[in-house]
């Protein structure tokens, strides 16, 4: 595919980028360079090699708009991790509703969620899930961080019990957690939220050493 060969020409997606981003110095080349990004965002394998170079806007589209072959490759969630918990962690509501809506996506596959807790996603769903603020405003993302949790713990991936979720070492199982999310499951939040909280609930009920006493 015409395409998918510009995009494995090294070096080519990288130069377009950078053209891109000198619209100062060359107006009307950048302009050429975006339209023609723009173009290559058809191809996931372009989308791929736009995200290892640093421009995920494509990759968080065609995640947010559930594109199943990009969805399901484990480079998405090795190359874009990290930088959606740091989006979620810089406090713009936009951006980090954008960044939660594609860590639901990638979550969704089982496989990256090894990948996912290993980037932090843990601590930085717990705290979008439990009472807490950002710059004094109530947080407004239960939904899609009670998706994510739950399909991280529904993945059966080993160690997801025994990861600290708050600054002060509680865990998943910790009484602080567990009691947390069943007030939430009674207070009037979003039914769909609720859903998948009671989803958490149920997946720490089936470990095999049940809720500490």
């Known amino acids: 595919m015409f395409l998918d060969r510009i995009g494995g020409t090294p070096g080519g997606i990288?130069?377009?980028?950078?053209?891109?981003?000198?619209?100062?110095?060359?107006?009307?080349s950048a302009a050429k360079a975006e339209e023609t990004l723009k173009n290559l965002e058809k191809s996931p394998i372009n989308v791929r090699c736009m995200a290892e170079n640093g421009f995920v806007e494509?990759?968080?589209?065609?995640?947010?708009?559930?594109?199943?072959?990009?969805?399901?490759?484990?480079?998405?969630?090795?190359?874009?991790?990290?930088?959606?918990?740091?989006?979620?962690?810089?406090?713009?509501?936009?951006?980090?509703?954008?960044?939660l809506r594609a860590l639901v996506?990638?979550?969704?596959?089982?496989?990256?969620?090894?990948?996912?807790?290993?980037?932090?996603?843990?601590?930085?769903?717990?705290?979008?899930?439990?009472?807490?603020?950002?710059n004094s405003e109530p947080l407004d993302s239960p939904k899609e961080a009670a998706t994510i949790l739950a399909n991280i713990l529904e993945s059966d991936e080993e160690g997801s019990s025994e990861m600290k979720v708050s600054e002060t070492g509680h865990t998943i199982v910790s009484h602080y957690f567990i009691y947390s999310i069943a007030q939430l499951i009674k207070?009037?939040?979003?039914?769909?939220?609720?859903?998948n909280l009671v989803r958490i609930l149920l997946s720490l009920a089936k470990l095999p050493y049940g809720w500490p006493l």
């Open 14 to 28: 990288l130069i377009l980028i950078s053209m891109k981003y000198n619209k100062e110095a060359d107006p009307f």
């Open 58 to 99: 494509p990759l968080l589209n065609h995640l947010i708009d559930g594109s199943e072959e990009v969805q399901m490759e484990t480079y998405v969630a090795e190359r874009a991790s990290t930088t959606l918990i740091q989006m979620i962690n810089g406090g713009n509501t936009s951006i980090r509703r954008e960044a």
């Open 105 to 134: 996506q990638i979550s969704a596959h089982p496989p990256n969620c090894k990948i996912l807790m290993a980037a932090g996603i843990m601590q930085t769903v717990v705290e979008e899930i439990l009472p807490c603020r950002i």
């Open 187 to 195: 207070s009037s939040i979003p039914e769909e939220a609720s859903a």
